[in-house]
């Protein structure tokens, strides 16, 4: 069995953390001694995540980001169970909708922001009135490159990206200097939620990368693991693009 590395006496909440890219920044945060809080829909895929990181290390609580109900209640078993929650990974996330803007229906639109954007606030507003405020902390946002750029077909959750990059901004400016608040945005990263977007055509989805590769949910958990650590004090309100340099092609 691999020694496990002494604890940090740090505490992360991940929303959305069974699987992925969540799990990914999990595991980055275990590894170097923080224990967590994973919260997401399924109980099983939760209490296997939590088998795999070790229940001295992690805990769960099973709910929807957009319930109210829930986010106050995995911010109090936090508290209960840890006492402190130094950081907030939002990464819950939805896109139930792929078409033109021309044809979404508003009300899968608001479905989408309910998720991706106003749980973050929420999740937010909870970790930095329970713990941050007074005793300071990190918040990443998980946004994506469909933020920054038109994204043909998926532009619901493109919009919703994009407001995450911006409540990234009011928050930093309005936690400093106590509370650091920082956005990773993606590109394609391989998993079950981004199935659509590679599956079948893999090779092809990767040529586009300059790197050669789509992402792993081990490279978006590298950058949180950065952006919640001493080495990332000096940097706030930014958006870290972690695309493969996919970007680098915009102008072709």
């Known amino acids: 069995m691999t020694e496990r590395v002494p604890e940090s006496g740090r505490v992360a909440l991940i ?14 945060l275990v590894a170097r001694g923080d224990r967590v809080c994973l919260t997401g829909r399924g109980e099983e895929a939760l209490r296997e995540a939590v088998e795999r990181l070790g229940a001295d290390r992690a805990i769960a609580v099973p709910g929807k980001a957009q319930d109210e109900t829930h986010r106050a209640a995995a911010v109090e ?45 929420g999740f937010a507003q909870q970790t930095y009135r329970a713990w941050q405020r007074e005793n300071g902390g ?31 901004l009011q928050l930093a400016h309005e936690f400093a200097p106590r509370v650091r608040v920082n956005a990773i945005a ?26 050669g590769r789509l992402g792993m949910p081990e490279d978006v958990g590298g950058a949180a693991a950065f952006l919640t650590s001493d080495q990332s004090d000096w940097i706030t309100g930014q958006t870290l693009v972690v695309d493969g340099g996919v970007f680098l092609k915009a102008g072709l």
């Open 15 to 28: 929303t959305g953390g069974s699987r992925g890219i969540g799990y990914a920044v999990a595991e980055a």
């Open 77 to 121: 078993r936090v508290m209960e169970t840890f006492g402190r929650v130094d950081f907030l990974v939002n990464n819950a996330g939805t896109n139930p909708v792929i078409g033109p803007m021309a044809e979404l229906d508003p009300n899968v639109v608001r479905k989408v922001f309910e998720t991706n954007v106003i749980s973050a606030l």
């Open 138 to 168: 990190a918040i990443v946002n998980i946004a994506s490159v469909a933020g920054l750029a038109p994204s043909p077909f998926i532009g619901a959750y493109g919009m919703s990206k994009a407001a995450m990059v911006n409540l990234t």
């Open 186 to 211: 993606p590109a394609v990263v391989k998993t079950k939620f981004a199935r659509a977007l590679y599956e079948g055509r893999e090779a092809e989805a990767a040529a586009a990368y300059p790197l």
